[in-house]
């Protein structure tokens, strides 16, 4: 691969000025975000004053010179040109070692750092999503999702599979706007030749049961499976499909969505793996039950996009069409969202860390300190029971202008921070059947585990040490949670508003078929 260097970035068709301009030309203001690719900084163009974001693209363990996955994303950021899609506004450099004989010694490669320079978003959604008290309400989902649907079906036309769709790659602005960001790993496609790619992609609970199971052949319907997991802790108020290791994750997609066969998903047995991960009994369908509670419409398409077969999953553009987004309450209009302190995942994390340490400091002195009567049990009220970790998340509100909640609930969303969830991740059968299609999911005995070994390494890097959590974007997030809540824990009234209103005029879209606001 070509060494990099000022104003040579070999990116096709890259705008002369890109990679001329020196990052001195901003003024780095504070450390935003941590990724496995770089570093990312809220920074002021001193000439303009206009606020932006620096990706820092890491170079430590590039001997090649400029990563590839920086190269990729630098090309596909470039072709995409929409809402919906974060903007990259230019590439800038910091200078490499200063002399001669420092160049030499490095073998004349190019050291300095390289910035990736894009519009700056106030959020991600993880970030704001686990900001204490926040709730979301039902028409500020329905925006958020509306947008989400609207960039990916842009980057699908467009032949780009995003591959990394999760909360933090999610931006928000203050003026509602959502746009898709982090396209490290994304790929251009071609619907005519399906090549052979790697299946070591998406998150861990984001990830669908067809890479899990060892695809190499896939497409868009990778992307609307993470959509799916995305829409379902939104409504949930936590994330609903937290595997700690891919046999885990895939037996908690089995559990809720039934396990594959030859009936519900064809031709799933010659998927690579299929034969060491098939559940060893049946297990049904269950998405309709779990989240029975939720608006009717709203579950009909999750339902839709956590569909196991790759080939049967929603579109994007079929589930911008969905009754969901048509009926009341319509999705709000981006603008009429409150405003909210930044929160990137990478400050609320940090918080959370601090608040932790505070709490750490005050017990170590109350142990060096303690009241007299400190060392007795605390007192257990009658009825009195710890908050489990099945209590009921926050959900949704029914009206546009109370996003902010002052309680102290937690809003789960994103990566929890829990222990594991416990063996009673489901409720306890019963009202089986609600809507249940029995074609779709085997036979009614559900089990655990797999029939097959240990995951198979067979043309994969080796497997995770230690049940820990993978690392990097392939890999699963850094805590587990789970469903944390049985339905009966749901409130049983109607929280997500009837739907019973006709498809009307969308306060985002004007009308259903002028609703992408771009044309191809
Ligand atoms: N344009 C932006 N405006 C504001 N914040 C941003 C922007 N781009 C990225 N961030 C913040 O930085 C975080 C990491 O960015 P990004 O995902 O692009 O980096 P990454 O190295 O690929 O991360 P990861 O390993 O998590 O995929 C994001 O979650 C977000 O909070």
Same mark, same amino acid.
């Given at each position: 691969?070509?060494?990099?260097?000022? *104003?040579?970035?070999?990116?096709?068709?890259?705008?002369?000025?890109?990679?001329?301009?020196?990052?001195?030309?901003?003024?780095?203001?504070?450390?935003?975000?941590? *990724?496995?690719?770089?570093?990312?900084?809220?920074?002021?163009?001193?000439?303009?004053? =206009?606020?932006?974001?620096?990706?820092?693209?890491?170079?430590?363990?590039? $001997?090649?010179?400029?990563?590839?996955?920086?190269?990729? =994303?630098?090309?596909?950021?470039?072709?995409?040109?929409?809402?919906?899609?974060?903007?990259?506004?230019?590439?800038?450099?910091?200078?490499?070692?200063?002399?001669?004989?420092?160049?030499?010694?490095?073998?004349?490669?190019?050291?300095?750092?390289?910035?990736?320079?894009?519009?700056?978003?106030?959020?991600?959604?993880?970030?704001? #999503?686990?900001?204490? *008290?926040?709730?979301?309400?039902?028409?500020?989902? $329905? %925006?958020?999702?509306?947008?989400?649907?609207?960039?990916?079906?842009? %980057?699908?036309?467009?032949?780009? /599979?995003?591959?990394?769709?999760?909360?933090?790659?999610?931006?928000?602005?203050?003026?509602?706007?959502?746009?898709?960001?982090?396209?490290? /790993?994304?790929?251009?496609?071609?619907?005519?030749?399906?090549?052979?790619?790697?299946?070591?992609?998406?998150?861990?609970?984001?990830?669908?049961?067809?890479?899990?199971?060892?695809?190499?052949?896939?497409?868009? #319907?990778?992307?609307?499976?993470?959509?799916? %997991?995305?829409?379902?802790?939104? /409504?949930?108020?936590?994330?609903?499909?937290?595997?700690?290791?891919?046999?885990?994750?895939?037996?908690?997609?089995?559990?809720? %969505?039934?396990?594959?066969? =030859?009936?519900?998903?064809?031709?799933?047995?010659?998927?690579?793996?299929?034969?060491?991960?098939?559940?060893?009994?049946?297990?049904?369908?269950?998405?309709?039950?779990?989240?029975?509670?939720?608006?009717?419409?709203?579950?009909?398409?999750?339902?839709?996009?956590?569909?196991?077969?790759?080939?049967?999953?929603?579109?994007?553009?079929?589930?911008?069409?969905? =009754?969901?987004?048509?009926?009341?309450?319509?999705?709000?209009?981006?603008? +009429?969202?409150?405003?909210?302190? +930044?929160?990137?995942?990478?400050?609320?994390?940090?918080?959370?860390?601090?608040?932790?340490?505070?709490?750490?400091?005050?017990?170590?002195? $109350?142990?060096?300190?303690?009241?007299?009567?400190?060392?007795?049990?605390?007192?257990?009220?009658?009825?009195?029971?710890?908050?489990?970790?099945?209590?009921?998340?926050?959900?949704?509100?029914?009206?546009?202008?109370?996003?902010?909640?002052?309680? &102290?609930?937690?809003?789960?969303?994103? $990566?929890?921070?829990? &222990?594991?969830?416990?063996?009673?991740?489901?409720?306890?059968?019963?009202?089986?059947?609600?809507?249940?299609?029995?074609?779709?999911? @085997?036979?009614?005995?559900?089990?655990?585990?797999?029939? *097959? @070994?240990?995951?198979?390494?067979?043309?994969?890097?080796?497997?995770?040490?230690?049940?820990?959590?993978?690392?990097? &974007?392939? @890999?699963?997030?850094?805590?587990?949670?789970?469903?944390?809540?049985?339905?009966?824990?749901?409130?049983?009234?109607?929280?997500?508003? @009837?739907?019973? +209103?006709?498809? +009307? /005029?969308?306060?985002?879209?004007?009308?259903?078929?002028?609703?992408?606001?771009?044309?191809?």
């Amino acid at each position: 691969m070509a060494v990099a260097a000022p *104003g040579q970035l070999n990116i096709e068709e890259s705008p002369p000025s890109w990679g001329s301009r020196s990052v001195d030309c901003f003024e780095k203001l504070e450390q935003i975000g941590e *990724g496995t690719y770089g570093q990312v900084f809220m920074a002021r163009e001193i000439s303009s004053s =206009e606020i932006v974001a620096l990706k820092k693209i890491r170079m430590d363990n590039e $001997k090649e010179g400029f990563p590839i996955t920086a190269i990729r =994303e630098i090309k596909i950021l470039k072709k995409l040109q929409h809402e919906n899609v974060i903007k990259l506004k230019e590439i800038v450099t910091s200078p490499g070692p200063e002399t001669v004989e420092q160049k030499k010694a490095d073998g004349n490669k190019y050291k300095g750092s390289i910035y990736m320079v894009f519009e700056y978003m106030d959020h991600d959604l993880t970030g704001l #999503a686990d900001r204490p *008290g926040l709730r979301f309400t039902i028409p500020q989902i $329905k %925006c958020y999702m509306k947008q989400l649907l609207t960039g990916l079906h842009y %980057c699908h036309v467009n032949q780009v /599979l995003h591959r990394d769709i999760k909360g933090s790659n999610l931006l928000i602005d203050n003026e509602g706007r959502l746009k898709l960001a982090d396209f490290g /790993l994304a790929r251009s496609f071609s619907n005519d030749h399906v090549g052979n790619l790697t299946n070591r992609v998406i998150t861990l609970w984001y990830r669908p049961p067809e890479l899990l199971l060892g695809a190499t052949k896939y497409g868009p #319907a990778v992307d609307m499976w993470s959509v799916g %997991c995305i829409f379902g802790e939104l /409504l949930f108020g936590k994330a609903i499909l937290t595997g700690k290791n891919e046999p885990e994750q895939l037996n908690k997609i089995f559990e809720l %969505c039934g396990s594959p066969d =030859e009936v519900n998903w064809p031709g799933v047995s010659k998927i690579p793996w299929y034969n060491n991960f098939k559940p060893t009994r049946p297990m049904k369908r269950r998405i309709r039950e779990v989240f029975r509670n939720f608006d009717r419409h709203a579950l009909d398409l999750l339902d839709k996009m956590l569909t196991l077969d790759p080939a049967q999953r929603i579109s994007a553009k079929d589930a911008l069409d969905a =009754e969901y987004f048509w009926t009341d309450p319509l999705p709000c209009d981006p603008r +009429s969202l409150p405003k909210y302190e +930044s929160s990137h995942e990478f400050q609320t994390k940090k918080k959370r860390q601090q608040l932790r340490q505070n709490e750490e400091a005050a017990k170590r002195q $109350k142990l060096a300190h303690p009241l007299p009567n400190s060392r007795l049990p605390p007192i257990q009220h009658p009825g009195q029971s710890h908050p489990s970790q099945w209590s009921a998340p926050n959900h949704p509100v029914n009206h546009s202008q109370s996003a902010m909640s002052s309680g &102290p609930g937690h809003h789960h969303y994103g $990566k929890p921070r829990g &222990p594991p969830g416990g063996p009673n991740r489901y409720p306890p059968a019963g009202n089986q059947g609600v809507n249940y299609n029995p074609n779709r999911g @085997g036979g009614a005995t559900q089990v655990r585990g797999y029939a *097959g @070994g240990p995951y198979p390494t067979q043309g994969r890097p080796p497997s995770y040490g230690g049940g820990s959590m993978p690392p990097g &974007p392939a @890999g699963g997030p850094g805590a587990t949670g789970g469903y944390g809540v049985g339905p009966s824990n749901f409130p049983q009234s109607n929280q997500y508003g @009837g739907s019973t +209103s006709n498809r +009307s /005029l969308n306060q985002m879209g004007n009308n259903r078929n002028q609703q992408y606001g771009w044309q191809q």
